[in-house]
């Protein structure tokens, strides 16, 4: 389905949320990576998410006034907040929950299309930006969340068809 250009790489980027059940956005440019006219794509093959509180040293809890979820996810179409795991525009996403007497839980969902191990397994993705939306429900008196996404992923060379069958799905999951 796709020829790989480039070896696996990491985009990395980080969301401050500073405002409790207040959904935050950033975004990933990928326009120096996707060319329609080379049919040129990035493949994501994993996402990994990171939370740390106010200060990349200091312990989470102190960011968080009580038991809180942080939520944080990746599109490749830009929702404006975050949107249910049956939404084709879906890359990724997690949820780390905060309960002050039993402990923190992370959740982190198995996509792109379950990360397998095989070559032509990930996400391609055609868009010029992935998008991401992040929301705490808690947070203490003048903290913040940080989140960092870090995605591998390599560019690819796409067949005609598939290129295009890509491109009419993500418009598709547009509407």
Known sequence: MATKKTAIFTLTERVTISAQNTTTLADI??????????RQAIQVHSV???VQGTDANGP?????SSD???????????????????DRALISSMNLFCDNAAGYYKDADLYPDNFGKGSDDGRYVVNDTMYISARTSNLATNQSINVTIRVNASI???SSKDFMAIAIQSTAADN
């Not at 440019?29 to 080379?38: A, E, H, I, N, T």
């Not at 809180?68 to 795991?85: M, Y």
């Open 68 to 86: 809180a979820e942080v939520s944080c996810q990746l599109t490749d179409l830009n929702r404006g907040g975050l949107v249910f795991a049956n």
């Open 60 to 64: 989470l809890q102190d960011s968080l």
């Open 48 to 50: 990994d998410y990171v």
């Open 29 to 38: 440019d990928l326009s120096s990576y996707v060319d329609v006219g080379d």
């Open 156 to 158: 690819v060379t796409l």
